[in-house]
Nanobody
Framework: VKLVESGGGLVQYGDSLTLSCTAS????????MGWFRQAQGKEREGVSC????????YYSDSVKGRFTISSDNAKNTVYLHMNSLKSEDTAVYYC???????????????????WGRGIQVTVSS
């Protein structure tokens, strides 16, 4: 199993950016795919996730209405479309995968089985 993030970088306040996570070694329809982030000096937090079985999506309150998660099963890729970026969105963003089981907290990093290496997103004001 391998997860590779791409699309990060330096953007201006209010800009948009799309992160991609390409998975190999498994198919997305059996997993929950999540995006997490970790700002310097802070704990890793859940940003958004999508269930492979039915496409249900979930967002943290801090990004709801600004970020959109989507998946392309044919490409085995999950995207995080980020709009209206703020300086507080600056962090290393991680893609993660969890075998889809009855789990109540899909935003809990400890519930995820596989992780990408992370990619930096920096929003300058």
């Amino acid at each position: 199993v391998k997860l590779v993030e791409s699309g990060g970088g330096l953007v201006q306040y209010g800009d948009s950016l799309t992160l991609s996570c390409t998975a190999s070694g498994f198919t997305l329809d059996l997993y929950v795919m999540g995006w997490f982030r970790q700002a310097q000096g802070k704990e890793r937090e859940g940003v958004s996730c999508v269930r492979g079985s039915d496409g249900s999506t979930y967002y943290s309150d801090s990004v709801k209405g600004r970020f959109t998660i989507s998946s392309d099963n044919a490409k085995n890729t999950v995207y995080l479309h980020m709009n209206s970026l703020k300086s507080e969105d600056t962090a290393v963003y991680y893609c993660a995968a969890m075998i889809e089981l009855p789990v109540t907290n899909l935003m809990r990093p400890a519930n995820y089985d596989y992780w990408g290496r992370g990619i930096q997103v920096t929003v300058s004001s």
